[in-house]
């Protein structure tokens, strides 16, 4: 990629004397991806090279890992006081899940031919009208007060915490849910110091007056956002956490480039670097999300620690003419 930064191979701690200059809460890691690895040193690797890059917020959830995430996130966290934690509340594995998630060996040689288990493990969004396997591995959506308070207590004992940072609801759009009586207790929990803020966590396009005032009077929302499809919520303000900016929109935006020369043509010229390469259009993407979401928090969730890196870099290397480029692929997509 000439005129462009060379992206190494070479170990992490290349590039931690990086993070003193990235800018502060700009980049958290997101803990879902990390249960597509296959054991939990692979995936201690993975946390420690965030937190070699700077990286010092951590999001995770009762879900991840079918039930194991919370764990190993407090073993990893047990000598790092400097760090913040998101988790959720609202989903949970059922016991079968739970057997599932702690027998990770045997359950991850079958991996392969069932791809929707693989997603469970990693705790993919659950579909409205959950199959087989949902109803297998989860136990029904409940977002009630004694829910909260539950799986608060929970996350509070397995993470070792005295208090959670973010405390987020999970994926609440489109289920029922008493907000007013949980808006309640959430704000309770803020001002007796057991969480720091609360709000959603998940698709928030779909609003009706229930998740509408949650959203009003929540202190922190995370939501999707990327290139393509752009924000799944409100737009972005200095308690916004975005997410998701790579995985359905790195291979739509590598097959419209591939699709038309012309515009592969015209972003190389404008970038100064090559489109074709993956690493460019993942620091594109990258780019394009902390510019949308200026003064919040943006989650890279990934199993590649060549991903990482690039990712960490590009929350302070803008890249040539990024914003035009970036515009050009969105009218590719109709905006």
């Known amino acids: 990629m000439d005129g462009h930064p060379e992206i190494s191979d070479d170990a992490v701690r290349e590039f931690a004397h990086e993070a003193a200059s990235a800018p502060a809460g700009t980049l958290g890691f997101g803990c879902a991806s990390l249960y597509a690895l296959p054991s939990a040193q692979h995936r201690r690797t993975m946390l420690e090279a965030a937190y070699e890059l700077g990286i010092r917020h951590f999001d995770v ?3 991840y890992g079918l039930g194991i995430a919370e764990k190993e996130l407090a073993d990893f966290l ?16 059922s016991i079968l899940g739970r057997i599932a998630g702690a027998t990770q060996h045997p359950v991850r040689q079958g991996l392969s031919r069932l791809p929707a288990l693989q997603a469970r493990m990693r705790g993919a ?4 009208d959950p199959g087989v396997l949902d109803r297998i591995l989860y136990t029904e959506r409940d977002y009630s007060v004694a829910a909260a308070r539950r799986s608060l207590l929970d996350s509070l004992r397995v993470l ?3 208090h959670i940072d973010h405390f987020l609801i999970h994926e609440p759009a489109g289920y029922p849910i008493t907000h ?3 808006v309640e207790y959430l704000e309770q929990c803020r001002r007796d110091g ?9 698709d928030l396009s779909r609003m009706n007056p229930a998740l509408a005032y949650i959203c009003d009077h929540a202190g922190v929302q995370q939501f999707p956002y990327d290139l393509v499809q752009g924000a799944a919520g409100r737009p972005a303000a200095p308690h916004t956490v975005t997410y998701g900016f790579i995985s359905a929109a790195l291979p739509r935006v590598e097959q419209a480039l591939a699709n038309s020369p012309a515009l592969s043509r015209h972003c190389t010229e404008l970038l100064d670097a090559d489109v074709t390469d993956r690493r460019t259009v993942i620091w594109l993407l990258a780019r394009d999300a902390f510019r949308n979401n200026p003064f919040g928090t943006v989650l890279a969730s990934t199993t590649k ?14 890249l040539p003419n ?14």
Do not use: N, Y
Not at 125 to 128: L, S
Not at 305 to 315: D, E, N, Q, S, V
Not at 322 to 335: C, D, L, S, W, Y
């Open 61 to 63: 959830a009762p879900t």
């Open 78 to 93: 047990h000598h790092r006081p400097d760090v913040t934690v998101a988790t959720k509340f609202g989903l949970r594995p």
């Open 125 to 128: 969004a659950r579909r409205q």
């Open 160 to 162: 070792r915490r005295d």
């Open 180 to 182: 007013l009586e949980v």
């Open 194 to 202: 057991l969480i720091g803020s609360w709000g959603p966590a998940g």
């Open 305 to 318: 620690l060549g991903h990482l890196r690039l990712i960490h870099r590009a929350a302070t290397t803008p």
């Open 322 to 335: 990024e914003t035009e480029v970036a515009r050009a692929i969105r009218k590719e997509f109709g905006e």
